[in-house]
């Protein structure tokens, strides 16, 4: 038995990194997967292998959302969860972010965010029950200097995480948020002062693999964790703590 049987699954940001993880482990675990990103080779490619279904998606976009939705609920006649976990990384102090950049981190981090939680807040609400995680990040529990816009959206992402989990708990929705660390994928590349010096300062010496963030997602989207709403989960090596 799968800890997602009878599940549908929708993963935004899933055509590389955690995304893809998180398609991976949920299809392995029985979950029946879609996969929306906006890189859209890289997409088909990801699901094909994974074996779940692969839809572009500007998660930005209010009109590609609900038509996303209404394909799932017309196939598959549900949706049980939904990872919000698309996001893009920008680095600079707050004194030198560009209004346009304040801007395009925004829309997708955080108003991605809002957009993908009210879309199928309505249908999990009919059925009586549903799972949202959105990746917020280690940057929206601390400042997050040299990267103020992008810091400014995971705190907002940690933010409408607790707002949404309070509104919709009796309607049988949970909704929590990850806060990864340093996560060994494409993004953490973008990290001023590179990896390395990083991976220094944590605990346990070493960035996470995709993986070990999709472990987490999956406790998390799944019934095995049915007390847990409006929390925060961190998946860190240890650099919280110190
Ligand atoms: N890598 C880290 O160290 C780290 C740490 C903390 C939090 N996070 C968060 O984890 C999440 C996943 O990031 P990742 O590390 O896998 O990085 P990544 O860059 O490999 O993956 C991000 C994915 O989001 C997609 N995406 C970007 N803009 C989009 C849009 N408008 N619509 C749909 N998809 C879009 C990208 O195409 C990409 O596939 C992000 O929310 C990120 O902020 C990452």
């Given at each position: 038995?799968?800890?997602?049987?009878?599940?549908?699954?929708?993963?935004?940001?899933?055509a590389?990194?955690?995304?893809?993880?998180?398609?991976?482990?949920?299809?392995?675990e029985?979950g029946?997967?879609?996969?929306?990103d906006?890189l859209?080779?890289?997409?088909?490619?990801?699901?094909?292998?994974?074996g779940?279904t692969?839809r572009h998606?500007?998660?930005?976009?209010?009109?590609?959302w609900?038509?996303?939705?209404?394909?799932?609920?017309?196939?598959?006649g549900?949706?049980?969860?939904?990872v919000?976990?698309?996001g893009i990384?920008?680095?600079?102090?707050m004194?030198?972010t560009p209004?346009n950049?304040?801007?395009l981190v925004?829309?997708?981090?955080c108003?991605g965010?809002?957009?993908?939680?009210?879309t199928?807040?309505?249908?999990?609400?009919?059925?009586?029950?549903?799972?949202i995680?959105?990746?917020s990040?280690?940057a929206?529990?601390q400042?997050?200097a040299?990267?103020?816009a992008?810091?400014?959206?995971?705190?907002?992402?940690?933010?409408?995480?607790k707002?949404?989990?309070v509104e919709?708990a009796r309607r049988?929705?949970?909704?929590?948020?990850?806060?990864?660390?340093?996560i060994?994928?494409e993004?953490?590349?973008?990290?001023p002062g590179?990896?390395?010096r990083?991976?220094?300062?944590i605990?346990?010496?070493?960035?996470?693999?995709?993986?070990e963030?999709a472990?987490l997602?999956?406790f998390?989207a799944?019934?095995?964790?049915?007390?847990?709403?409006?929390?925060e989960f961190i998946?860190d090596?240890?650099?919280?703590?110190?």
């Open positions: 038995m799968g800890r997602l049987d009878d599940k549908i699954c929708l993963i935004t940001g899933a590389r990194g955690q995304g893809a993880a998180e398609a991976e482990l949920f299809a392995a029985g029946t997967v879609w996969l929306a906006v859209d080779a890289e997409g088909e490619t990801t699901a094909s292998r994974v779940g692969y998606l500007d998660v930005a976009d209010e009109a590609g609900q038509q996303l939705v209404d394909e799932i609920l017309n196939r598959d549900q949706i049980d969860v939904l919000n976990n698309a990384f920008r680095s600079n102090r004194l030198d209004l950049e304040f801007d925004m829309n997708i981090n108003k965010v809002f957009l993908g939680m009210r199928v807040a309505g249908p999990m609400r009919e059925a009586g029950s549903g799972s995680v959105n990746i990040s280690l929206g529990m400042g997050a040299g990267a103020f992008y810091g400014t959206s995971k705190w907002a992402v940690r933010g409408m995480t707002t949404a989990a919709l049988g929705i949970r909704v929590n948020s990850i806060h990864p660390g340093l060994a994928t993004m953490a590349d973008q990290l590179g990896v390395e990083m991976q220094r300062g605990p346990l010496g070493r960035s996470a693999t995709a993986d963030v472990r997602a999956l998390l799944s019934d095995e964790s049915s007390y847990s709403t409006g929390s998946v090596g240890g650099l919280n703590a110190v």
